[in-house]
């Protein structure tokens, strides 16, 4: 269970996220869904941990992870996994590496990540492009390279940031199928954020509207 209760944060003086209080359950399918600007992104940060609210707090479980000015448990602590926009995949790494870089991170040793690597490269359909460096996969692939990057740690919520944003309408469905996969495979906690309404419709269990920092409403998808 993961849990805001009343978190605001602001800018400057200016409000990105208002009084915002939202429990999400383990495995389920959360989307943000609100218009450029309306404090998404900043929802998503603040519970990786990249920033502290002004006021309320986050509970990851029953431990309280940050609370006002304060970040108590690092982001690298949060057992999150990330993926951005722009996708952040090393270049000059091959997939291979890509995905064994976290691994390697946390110290996990050399047999388990080659056994990990073979089932994620099988389930993300990336093993025969495994040697190849992300700037020679189409795009599809490059998608599926941070989405395999990402869930390789096992992390027990993803956090996705308009990932499907950049791609043509057809790659962007076939890429969500993916995702609803990987979700079935893997079983993750799931929060997406997007503007587009018919993705987060297709993507999220429930969706959570919202305007200028504030939960509009709160629908079953
Ligand atoms: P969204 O992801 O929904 O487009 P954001 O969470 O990025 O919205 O931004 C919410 C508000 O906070 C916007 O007004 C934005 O300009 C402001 N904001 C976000 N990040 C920063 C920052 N690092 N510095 C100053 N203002 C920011
Ligand atoms: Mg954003």
């Known amino acids: 269970m993961i849990s805001f209760e009343s978190v605001s944060k602001e800018y400057a003086g ?8 939202l429990r999400i ?13 309306c404090g998404k992104t900043t929802v998503l940060r603040l519970l990786a941990g990249l920033t502290a609210p002004a006021a309320g707090r986050i509970l990851i479980g029953d ?19 990330f993926v951005f926009q722009d996708l952040a995949l090393w270049p000059h790494m091959t997939v291979r590496g890509n995905l064994e870089f976290g691994l390697k991170a946390r110290g996990i040793a050399r047999p388990e990540r080659e056994k ?8 993300a359909e990336l093993s025969p492009r495994a040697d190849a460096r992300p700037g020679e996969l189409s795009g ?29 309408p057809e790659l ?3 890429l969500r199928q993916d995702i609803l996969r990987l979700h079935r495979e893997l ?13 987060a419709h297709c993507l999220g269990t429930r969706l959570v509207l919202m305007n200028q920092g504030r939960i509009e409403r709160i629908e079953p998808a």
Not at 14 to 21: C, G, I, K, Q, T
Not at 25 to 37: D, K, Y
Not at 141 to 168: F, G, Y
């Open 25 to 37: 359950g383990r495995g389920e399918r959360v989307v943000l869904l609100g218009p450029s600007g």
């Open 140 to 168: 599809g692939e490059q998608q599926r390279v941070a989405l395999a990057r990402a869930l390789i740690v096992h992390p027990e919520t993803l956090l996705m940031d308009e990932p499907l944003s950049s791609l043509n």
């Open 172 to 174: 962007n469905l076939r």
């Open 63 to 81: 431990r309280e992870v940050s609370g006002p000015g304060k970040l108590w448990l690092p982001p690298e602590e949060r057992n999150l996994g």
């Open 187 to 199: 079983s993750f906690t799931l929060l997406y954020v997007t503007h587009n309404r018919e993705e």
């Open 116 to 123: 990990r690597i073979r089932a994620m490269l099988a389930l």
């Open 14 to 21: 200016r409000a990105a996220v208002s009084d915002f209080s």
